[in-house]
């Protein structure tokens, strides 16, 4: 999203640390090491969050504004896709 050419080893350390902090007392108590997978759309935009801000940091981003930069999380969900299916097949009541 950012235009970030590289993948650096800071941008994968704060990708870990913020999936770490997603895993609760109560994973960790049951043996999870990954959070909930009713979480992941939260995991992910705080993750893509987190490596933006790295990236930006490192002065490696290229395609975001200062002014996406301020309203980094609302623009990052803005971007997620929304799994809406259409129905394939139009319901309708039959009558006799």
């Not at 969050?49 to 990236?55: L, N, P, Q, T, Y």
Request: hydrophobic share 40%.
């Amino acid at each position: 999203m950012c235009g970030a050419k590289k993948v650096t080893d800071r941008m994968l350390y704060c990708a870990a640390v913020t999936l770490a902090n997603f895993v609760s007392d109560e994973d960790l108590r049951l043996g999870r090491v990954f959070p909930s997978l009713s979480t992941i759309r939260d995991v992910s935009l705080q993750i893509a969050v987190s490596v933006i801000k790295e990236a930006d940091r490192e002065h490696l981003r290229t395609k975001m504004t200062h002014g996406q930069m301020s309203y980094l999380t609302d623009y990052v969900r803005s971007k997620m896709y929304e799994p809406v299916y259409v129905p394939l097949v139009e319901k309708r009541e039959v009558r006799i």
